[in-house]
């Protein structure tokens, strides 16, 4: 196995870490990943539009109407016309919206700090310093491929 295809498995399976506590809340609550981080999203830019979150999501408005119904049916997000344009649609967290997204936030921190503790402050640092250089390379690749895309 080359160095590349290491990365690749090593990568993947660092994906996988998480997992179990998102399956478990995903199972629990019956969301669906789409789902969960439409809510994310929501949570960063609490009132934005529906239009301003189909962007985000890279869907059309109607497909991200499907998953707004799912999440008000469970009472997780609010939508309420914006009060200088009526056409416009805000979409906010309800108070069990923001609960759910920090129980898991906290069961996630719990989790990973876990982890952490078993690497040692050594592990961890190195882990920060490999991690921090993959998302600038991330980032910097990212832009260069989206570059005149519009």
């Known amino acids: 196995m080359d160095d590349y295809e290491e990365a690749t498995e090593v990568y993947v399976q660092a994906l996988a870490v998480v997992d179990p506590i998102r399956?478990?809340?995903w199972d629990s609550r019956g969301l669906t990943m789409s789902q969960l981080r439409l809510m994310y999203l929501i949570w960063q830019a609490e009132g934005c539009s529906v239009s301003e979150l189909a962007e985000q999501m890279r869907v059309r408005p109607p497909?991200?109407?499907g998953l707004l119904d799912r999440l008000g049916g469970?009472?997780?997000i609010a939508r309420t016309h914006d009060l200088e344009d009526r056409r416009v649609v805000r979409v906010?967290?309800?108070q069990e919206g923001r609960?759910?997204?920090d129980e898991i936030t906290t069961a996630g921190r719990a989790?990973?700090?876990a982890i952490f503790d078993g690497m040692g402050p050594e592990g961890v640092s190195?882990?920060?310093r490999a991690l921090?250089?993959?998302?600038q390379v991330a980032a910097t690749t990212i832009e260069a491929e989206f570059e005149g895309v519009t």
Do not use: C, D, G, M
């Open 23 to 25: 399956l478990r809340f």
């Open 126 to 128: 190195e882990f920060v």
């Open 99 to 101: 609960r759910l997204l």
């Open 132 to 135: 921090n250089h993959f998302s």
């Open 63 to 65: 497909t991200l109407s």
């Open 74 to 76: 469970q009472a997780l």
């Open 111 to 113: 989790y990973l700090k």
């Open 92 to 94: 906010s967290l309800t």
